[in-house]
């Protein structure tokens, strides 16, 4: 489980390198990775408040993501 700290630590620079325009590679991937690191790790009360901001990282990237959904990409 992560603790409040460390989830706005991890979402806060997430959003900065997208703020940036930083080199994330594959977005799908760069979301993947958040949804598995930070809300899969999160307590259940903070949940709703981690949901909300990665759907605003995956409309900033102008990408469509389900957490779930298909597995990996095809090669």
Do not use: K
């Not at 489980?1 to 977005?27: F, K, N, T, Y």
């Amino acid at each position: 489980m992560l603790c409040q700290e460390r989830i706005d630590a991890r979402l806060s620079d997430a959003e900065s390198l997208v703020r940036a325009h930083a080199d994330i590679g594959d977005p799908q991937l760069f979301l993947r990775n958040l949804w598995t690191q930070v809300y899969d790790q999160a307590p259940m009360h903070l949940r709703s408040a981690v949901l909300r901001r990665l759907h605003a990282l995956s409309r900033h990237l102008g990408v469509a993501y389900v957490h779930g959904g298909d597995a990996a990409p095809s090669s």
